[in-house]
């Protein structure tokens, strides 16, 4: 480009040269210099008009030049021509996008910074029934008038997903995620979870029935078997052994069935709060006094309670969850260990931390111990009469109370269980309120 301008530049001065020479025959050497550059003014004035003529029209062919001029009209074209597949090229991967967007089973919407709906793909479109012409641009939360979902939407923690019924077919359940994205733009994410939610409650149905039909043949067997203990000592010492073993075993076996049982209810009943605050205080002395006499007094229970503060919740299913901590801090820890109960609260709501010295817990088994049936130590726990179901229990009661356990424990110090609840179910009676 440089060795152009520099062509450029001495061909103006050599035609101004040829122009003064000429002129100069006259004796009119600068306006023969003036005319020649004029002329040449006049040519670039023209080769612009011609190039504004072509952009106008950018689907004509290039105007034909030499020179500068030759050069500029061909970059400008290649320009064009590069540009051009570009954007065929983005707009061909923008319409596999969208195709494939399309062909999707879940429904996509694409919602802007306001809060509108901006685009969605077919299965959004048949999931919400909306309609392109009247639904774009409508706010969300128009068209998805649940409070759940308006919650949902506005709380922006969009970590988990929301499971709810549709609003076209409540048999339908849908579950929404949202994603946020670009500048407090959303992404919608909606998935049909009906034959998922089908199978998960045939699974809570099959071990609830199961349970329940075992309850029954349980008992007639253990009465037997209490009976058959009362004359075990008219039995040879072979049996008496069996005997014992039996009774053991079917205890366990109604200890399992039964915590079975609480867990589907925990999954299938609607959670009914009671109507008045529940004194946690009161609630953990009795719990204490029962773990003491578990223990046989060989362990030393500390309460440090805040006597003010209570919960808004469902008093069986916190006593169950409640007892189930303090009842393993005795089962795992050895006689003379220290167990120590401390209800409080802050600015994130209350808390109930049950605290042993006890072993303590690998840490690569804590994140496993709410899960069903995993135990620590299976021959431990089964001479402890454990299950493996107590920790899935309290998770679920905290759910439902919309609070969560956290468990931090090192071996040879000990364990800490710590239910938090949210502080909108917390209430101090007047002296602190
Ligand atoms: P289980 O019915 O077997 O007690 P849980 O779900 O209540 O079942 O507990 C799961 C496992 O967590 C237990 O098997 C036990 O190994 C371990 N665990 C629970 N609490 C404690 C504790 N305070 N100290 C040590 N280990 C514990």
Redesign the pocket.
Known sequence: MKRLLQKEVLRLIGLALLGAILGAFWGQAALGAACVLTLLLAQHVWQLLRMAHWLQNPDDTPPEARRLWGDIFDGIYHYQRRQKTAKQQLSQLLERIQDSSQALRDGIVMIDHNGDLEWWNQAAEQMLGLSANSDRGQPITYLLRNPKFVDYYEQQNYLDPLMMPSHLNEERMLEYHITLFGKNERLLLIRDCTKMQRLERMRQDFVANVSHELRTPLTVLAGYLETFSDYADELPARWQRGLKLMSEQSARMEHLVSELLTLSRLETSEFKAEAEPIDITQLLTCISNDALALSGHKHKIQLEVNKLLQLRGNINELRSAFS?LVF??V???PEGSTITLSWYYDNAGAHLTVQ?N????DGK?LKF??QRF????DS??SQ?G???????IVKHVLLRHQGRLEIS?TVGQG?C?TCHFPASLMCLTPSQS
Do not use: C, E, M, P
């Open positions: 189930n393993n801090a089962k795992y820890t042993d006890g072993q303590g817990i088994h111990l709410t995993y135990r620590v130590d431990r726990s402890t454990g299950t493996g179901l107590g920790l899935a424990s364990s269980f």
